[in-house]
């Protein structure tokens, strides 16, 4: 009777194979598992249900080991069958329009392209919602990824973009592995590499985060931060924030842009605007110029802010340039630099002549013992990592718990744990209690920074309740002190 309700709880069971069409995913309801065989398909699918964060539409692999694959060939999505006919019917393989509570696993996008040179794998738009992207791949498109617009949010995770981009697209509306126009967007343990035309990450969020990824050989730069289309037209003030933090961004050695890494630009020259930058914990690895690591392109006077910590930015001997030092705020401690580097507003900044990768030659940028990086992080800034990538470019789409927060750069020296992927079982974080004199610490794994402490007194039934005490964030772990004389409680973490 139990798993007859969960079941009907649950929704339908649909399966699609090379046989169908569009028509089985687009008509998933919420609580639906559309569950997609291996084989090659080549219509779109316009997706547009509203679904709950309870009882989600799921759309996923049958084989994520043999994934399906939307492949048009040379076929122009355009032309491609599917019941959509907006104008902009082929700006995705698939596309969410005001879609909510998606979770998609396991798919490949290759070959998506238009005839206007500006199609991606996926895109969203209009306000879509808690849209997750997994264990996805995206190669061979003109954009990898787009969307983004009004309040949209999505995340992706353990995902591939490989040389997405097209060279039909004009520079002046050029093409990415990764094209976010606004919203919220969250992108995690993904290995993104070898854009076609422009970036490998181009962000117009309202706010955004990138942890935990490998970004290698943008075409033009890595990535950006510039004005979010959705104010255009709009009464200011505007805030964007981009947070990169625990990335390892690994240079071109020929850029098409070899004056900038990352860029903070007001490309619409919207008045009102503050970018802001926070970048914590990453590994630049240049190609052995002057590349600027960070670029607060603010010439026009636009407020712009950048904090670079407890970062290695190697294969360069610049860190920032600024346009307008007056309308710039760019500050950072504790980063790694080489002994030539050029003067930067950034301070506490360990020099010497390597960083003591582990071997660079093999793109192992771990530290290796007796690298200057190792302990000489500053962990009084806020956002600490409680994760790393794993591993490299061979063995991709994965992350640990980093065991602590006390290196500078990407990867912590004393970290052994295992890898965890698109499918692995989440570790689970230990609550510790120990005694300290009258009190007892109650203490936490910094990769659980997002679980909650609850409490309960010992009355039955057992309530929990949020604990409404503080606790402290370091660089080893989070840390709870309870008063002996305090009433008595159990404790408890929450997801």
Same mark, same amino acid.
């Given at each position: 009777?139990?798993?007859?309700?969960?079941?009907?709880?649950?929704?339908?069971?649909?399966?699609?194979?090379?046989?169908?069409?569009?028509?089985?995913?687009?008509?998933?309801?919420?609580?639906?598992?559309?569950?997609?065989?291996?084989? /090659?398909?080549? +219509?779109?699918?316009?997706?547009?249900?509203?679904?709950?964060?309870?009882?989600?539409?799921?759309?996923?692999?049958?084989?994520?080991?043999?994934?399906?694959?939307?492949?048009?060939?040379?076929?122009?999505?355009?032309?491609?069958?599917?019941?959509? /006919?907006?104008? #902009?019917?082929?700006?995705?393989?698939?596309?969410?329009?005001?879609?909510?509570?998606?979770?998609?696993?396991?798919?490949?996008?290759?070959?998506?392209?238009?005839?206007?040179?500006?199609?991606?794998?996926?895109?969203?738009?209009?306000?879509?919602?808690?849209?997750?992207?997994?264990?996805?791949? &995206?190669?061979?498109?003109?954009?990898?990824?787009?969307?983004? /617009?009004?309040?949209?949010?999505?995340?992706?995770? &353990?995902?591939? +973009?490989?040389?997405?981009?097209? /060279?039909?697209?004009?520079?002046?509306?050029?093409?990415?592995?990764?094209?976010?126009?606004?919203?919220? +967007?969250?992108?995690?343990?993904?290995?993104?590499?070898?854009?076609?035309? *422009?970036?490998?990450?181009?962000?117009?969020?309202?706010?955004?985060?990138?942890?935990?990824?490998?970004?290698?050989?943008?075409?033009?730069?890595?990535?950006?931060?510039?004005?979010?289309? =959705?104010?255009?037209?709009?009464?200011?003030? &505007?805030?964007?924030?981009?947070?990169?933090?625990?990335?390892?961004?690994?240079?071109?050695?020929?850029?098409?842009?070899?004056?900038?890494?990352?860029?903070?630009?007001?490309?619409? !020259?919207?008045?009102?605007?503050?970018?802001?930058?926070?970048?914590?914990?990453?590994?630049?690895?240049?190609?052995?110029?002057?590349?600027?690591?960070?670029?607060?392109?603010?010439? =026009?006077?636009?407020?712009?802010?950048?904090?670079?910590?407890?970062?290695?930015?190697?294969?360069?001997?610049?860190?920032?340039?600024?346009?307008?030092?007056?309308?710039?705020?760019?500050?950072?401690?504790?980063?790694?630099?080489?002994?030539?580097?050029?003067?930067?507003?950034?301070?506490?900044?360990?020099?010497?002549?390597?960083?003591?990768?582990?071997?660079?030659?093999?793109?192992?940028?771990?530290?290796?013992?007796?690298?200057?990086?190792? !302990?000489?992080?500053?962990?009084?800034?806020?956002?600490?990592?409680?994760?790393?990538?794993?591993?490299?470019?061979?063995?991709?789409?994965?992350?640990?718990?980093?065991?602590?927060?006390?290196?500078?750069?990407? &990867?912590?020296?004393?970290?052994?744990?295992?890898?965890? *992927?698109?499918?692995?079982?989440?570790?689970?974080?230990?609550?510790?209690?120990?005694?300290?004199?009258?009190?007892?610490?109650?203490?936490?794994?910094?990769?659980?920074?997002?679980?909650?402490? #609850?409490?309960?007194?010992?009355?039955?039934?057992?309530?929990?309740?949020?604990?409404?005490?503080?606790?402290?964030?370091?660089?080893?772990?989070?840390? +709870?002190?309870?008063?002996?004389?305090?009433?008595?409680?159990?404790?408890?973490?929450?997801?």
């Amino acid at each position: 009777m139990l798993a007859g309700c969960w079941s009907a709880a649950q929704g339908a069971v649909i399966n699609v194979g090379p046989g169908d069409n569009y028509s089985k995913i687009e008509g998933a309801q919420p609580g639906d598992q559309v569950i997609i065989a291996p084989g /090659t398909y080549a +219509f779109r699918v316009y997706l547009t249900a509203q679904a709950t964060p309870t009882n989600p539409i799921v759309i996923q692999a049958q084989d994520p080991s043999n994934p399906p694959v939307w492949d048009f060939g040379t076929n122009l999505v355009d032309n491609a069958p599917g019941d959509y /006919t907006g104008g #902009d019917k082929a700006r995705g393989a698939w596309q969410f329009s005001g879609a909510q509570n998606y979770s998609i696993s396991g798919i490949v996008f290759r070959n998506c392209r238009n005839a206007a040179a500006n199609c991606g794998g996926i895109r969203y738009y209009e306000t879509t919602t808690n849209l997750y992207i997994k264990d996805c791949v &995206f190669t061979l498109n003109d954009n990898g990824m787009t969307g983004g /617009t009004q309040n949209s949010q999505a995340t992706v995770e &353990f995902c591939e +973009f490989n040389a997405n981009g097209s /060279t039909n697209a004009p520079s002046s509306a050029p093409t990415h592995n990764l094209y976010i126009y606004g919203g919220y +967007f969250t992108m995690r343990y993904c290995f993104v590499h070898d854009s076609v035309q *422009g970036q490998n990450f181009h962000i117009r969020c309202r706010n955004a985060t990138l942890e935990y990824n490998w970004f290698a050989r943008a075409a033009n730069y890595e990535g950006d931060l510039m004005s979010d289309d =959705d104010f255009s037209g709009e009464t200011g003030p &505007f805030q964007q924030t981009l947070t990169l933090r625990g990335n390892v961004i690994v240079q071109n050695a020929l850029p098409g842009n070899h004056s900038q890494v990352i860029a903070l630009y007001n490309d619409a !020259g919207l008045s009102g605007l503050t970018l802001s930058l926070v970048c914590l914990y990453n590994t630049f690895v240049g190609n052995g110029g002057s590349s600027a690591f960070v670029h607060v392109s603010n010439a =026009d006077g636009t407020a712009m802010s950048a904090q670079i910590s407890d970062s290695i930015i190697s294969g360069t001997t610049v860190a920032t340039l600024i346009g307008d030092g007056a309308a710039a705020s760019v500050s950072g401690v504790n980063n790694w630099q080489p002994s030539n580097a050029a003067a930067s507003p950034l301070t506490n900044t360990v020099l010497s002549a390597s960083p003591g990768f582990a071997n660079p030659a093999a793109e192992n940028y771990h530290l290796a013992a007796g690298s200057v990086c190792i !302990g000489a992080a500053n962990t009084s800034v806020y956002g600490l990592p409680g994760k790393e990538y794993y591993l490299n470019e061979a063995t991709n789409r994965m992350w640990r718990p980093r065991a602590s927060a006390l290196d500078v750069g990407a &990867f912590e020296s004393t970290t052994t744990s295992g890898p965890v *992927g698109p499918y692995s079982a989440a570790p689970q974080p230990r609550l510790n209690i120990a005694p300290s004199g009258p009190k007892a610490v109650l203490s936490w794994p910094l990769f659980a920074q997002d679980y909650q402490l #609850d409490q309960s007194d010992l009355g039955v039934p057992v309530t929990w309740i949020a604990s409404p005490l503080t606790w402290v964030t370091n660089g080893t772990g989070l840390t +709870f002190i309870v008063i002996a004389d305090a009433a008595q409680s159990f404790y408890r973490l929450q997801k």
